[in-house]
């Protein structure tokens, strides 16, 4: 069964460090979405693509999150310089391209879990 | 804009109790409303989906109903089992606009033998 690939699972980082999540995404979707999940909450969107473009990045923080999809399939999240508050899950899912998209459900990865210290 | 307000937690229940997770939403239109489960150190799993009013999702024992006229979306299970022990997450997408979810809080549950 496909699934969505993410790595590290784990990464404990110190404050002002840089630090990189990788997400490849179920063969052939389209739509790609990072959130973060801070203990105990929802999981908050912090981008999205469609293909390689950005179609929302309302809630990341740009001063210090940056994310790509240079071709389309996989992506990279990163954070440079990283804070105490930054330590969350971080999710990623795709959801296929359909008519109506609405109805798709998005599929989850495993998620990378960031400690700031 | 969009929300999601889910009965707080922690619940605990015995293994065989009845299971009500009880979930409100407000939006524009009629989203489409979805349960997610997350067991220890793993991402979320879709458990169950509803697209329109009236419209009942079913999984595993798990069921919810599209309830328009309350903008609810309540989660029940007749008999839990110690396995069933997960945050649950209820969540909406908007018809209109980007294709996001919107989560709630999420709700820890605790199934003792």
């Known amino acids: 069964e496909a699934e969505v690939a993410q790595s590290p699972r784990y990464k404990i980082t110190e404050k002002s460090q840089a630090v990189a999540f990788w997400c490849d995404p179920i063969?052939?979707?389209?739509?790609l979405y990072w959130y973060r999940q801070i203990l105990g909450q929802g999981p908050e969107l912090l981008v999205q693509?469609?293909?390689?473009?950005?179609?929302?990045d309302s809630q990341l923080p740009k001063d210090r999150f940056s994310a790509e999809r240079l071709k389309g399939v996989d992506s990279t999240l990163k954070i440079q310089p990283a804070e105490l508050g930054d330590s969350a899950m971080y999710l990623c899912a795709s959801r296929p391209r359909v008519a109506f998209e609405a109805y798709n459900e998005q599929f989850f990865g495993p998620g990378t879990r960031l400690t700031v210290l | 804009g969009d929300s999601v307000t889910q009965m707080e937690g922690p619940v605990t229940l015995s293994e065989e109790a009845f299971l009500t997770i009880n979930c409100t939403y407000t939006?524009?239109?009629?989203?489409?409303l979805f349960w997610y489960v997350q067991y220890p150190g793993e991402g979320l799993q879709l458990l169950l989906k509803?697209?329109?009013?009236?419209d009942k999702g079913s999984n595993k024992g798990f069921e919810a109903t599209y309830r328009k006229e309350t903008t609810s979306f309540h989660l029940e299970k007749g008999s839990v089992q110690v396995s069933d022990s997960a945050v649950y997450f209820c969540?909406?997408?908007?018809?209109?606009?980007?294709?996001?979810?919107?989560f709630g809080q999420g709700t820890r549950l605790t199934i003792n033998p």
């Open positions: 063969s052939g979707h389209a739509t």
């Open positions: 693509f469609q293909d390689e473009s950005v179609v929302d």
């Open positions: 969540a909406l997408n908007a018809i209109q606009g980007a294709q996001k979810l919107v």
């Open positions: 509803a697209t329109k009013a009236d």
């Open positions: 939006a524009t239109g009629y989203p489409s």
